[in-house]
Nanobody, 122 residues
Framework: VQLQASGGGLVQAGGSLRLSCAASGRTRSSYVMEWFRQAPGKEREFVAGITWSGSSTLYADSVKGRFTISRDNAKNTVYLQMNSLKPEDTAVYYC????????????????WGQGTQVTVSS
């Protein structure tokens, strides 16, 4: 499966952005979809994940209550709605896919999209 992320940009603290990740290729498989991020000089970290049906989601503590992950399987697209953004949310955001379950360790991810830059100014 190929993943294409978009929607990043520059926003002021307190603002909102919505990231999208479109999947192509072997999209008939029921993939778990996830978002990770990597700030300069830091390791890539888990942000959010959603099961195929959308019935189950998981969030990193740092984004709970501010970010919402969702998906539209008809469009093979997963979204990350980011509200109340903080400067510490500045990072390159990556979408990812797994065929079985949500994985919080980036080392366990097999499918990555290219990143999209999110910059939050103070």
């Amino acid at each position: 499966v190929q993943l294409q992320a978009s929607g990043g940009g520059l926003v002021q603290a307190g603002g909102s952005l919505r990231l999208s990740c479109a999947a192509s290729g072997r999209t008939r498989s029921s993939y778990v979809m996830e978002w990770f991020r990597q700030a300069p000089g830091k390791e890539r970290e888990f942000v959010a994940g959603i099961t195929w049906s959308g019935s189950s989601t998981l969030y990193a503590d740092s984004v709970k209550g501010r970010f919402t992950i969702s998906r539209d399987n008809a469009k093979n697209t997963v979204y990350l709605q980011m509200n109340s953004l903080k400067p510490e949310d500045t990072a390159v955001y990556y979408c990812a896919a797994d065929q079985t379950r949500v994985r919080v360790d980036p080392k366990d991810i097999n499918y990555w999209g290219q990143g999209t830059q999110v910059t939050v100014s103070s």
